[in-house]
């Protein structure tokens, strides 16, 4: 079993509609939980974090973590074609020195006009 | 914000060359780089992970031999692609982590660089 599970999609929405991306993982020691975008031929770029359970809002976006299902989201509100991309859910732990950071596959969204 | 730099953005060589990849952080002071891999279509795979003034920490299946990896000073580390072949071709991507940063969830990308062997 993947230590992070991600839908690789791809996902089509019509321009306007609400996303949800998600992942699930199995360690119960992760401390932090990301959600990266990754424009084709780019590196990736950090959207959101949070490292405890419940909502975290940002503007269109909202990171959602779940520990006790081991389930995190990300929600897009009122989407645009140029939030078509790639969105890596990160997580990562540090424990008796030792940072360990596991990425997701990636789910693959387009916002259609 | 902090950045991340890599060069080239692109190189293309023949089979059996070796090829350099620089990583750098430009403001802000890194102890640790990793290096990932991504073929099209699929997720960033750590190749391994670099710490400054260290020996690098390569993930299980990645040959030491054949990726070297240098982190010389707190802003740059490099990767070296040595007798490259095509099944080498990939996007290589590198991240930072910042010296002073006190949270284990930030790392800082770099734009990336496509690898072809031809």
């Known amino acids: 079993q993947k230590e992070v599970e991600q839908d690789p999609g791809p996902l089509s929405v019509p321009e306007g509609a609400i996303v949800s991306l998600n992942c699930t993982y199995s360690?119960?020691?992760?401390?932090?939980f990301m959600w990266y975008r990754q424009y084709s031929r780019k590196g990736p770029e950090l959207l959101m974090y949070?490292?405890?359970?419940g909502n975290k809002e940002d503007g269109r976006f909202t990171a959602q973590v779940d520990k006790s299902s081991k389930y995190i989201s990300l929600f897009i509100r009122d989407s645009q074609p140029s939030d078509s991309a790639t969105y890596l859910c990160a997580m990562s732990l540090t424990t008796s020195g030792t940072y360990k950071y596991i990425f997701g596959t990636g789910t693959r969204l387009k916002v259609l006009a | 914000g902090a950045v991340v730099s890599q060069h080239p953005s692109w190189v293309i060589c023949k089979s059996g060359t070796s090829v350099k990849i620089e990583c750098r952080s430009l403001d802000f002071q890194a102890t640790t780089m990793f290096w990932y891999r991504q073929f099209p279509k699929q997720s960033l795979m750590l190749m391994a992970t670099?710490?400054?003034?260290?020996?690098?920490?390569?993930e299980q299946g990645v040959e030491k031999d054949k990726f070297l990896i240098n982190h010389a000073s707190l802003t740059l580390s490099t990767l070296t692609v040595t007798s490259a072949h095509p099944e080498d071709s990939s996007f290589y991507i590198c991240?930072?982590?910042?010296?002073?940063?006190?949270?284990?969830?930030?790392?800082?990308f770099g734009p990336g660089t496509r690898l072809t062997v031809t």
């Open positions: 670099s710490n400054e003034g260290s020996k690098a920490t390569y």
């Open positions: 949070t490292y405890s359970s």
């Open positions: 360690n119960s020691a992760f401390q932090y």
């Open positions: 991240s930072a982590r910042d010296l002073y940063e006190g949270f284990s969830y930030e790392q800082y």
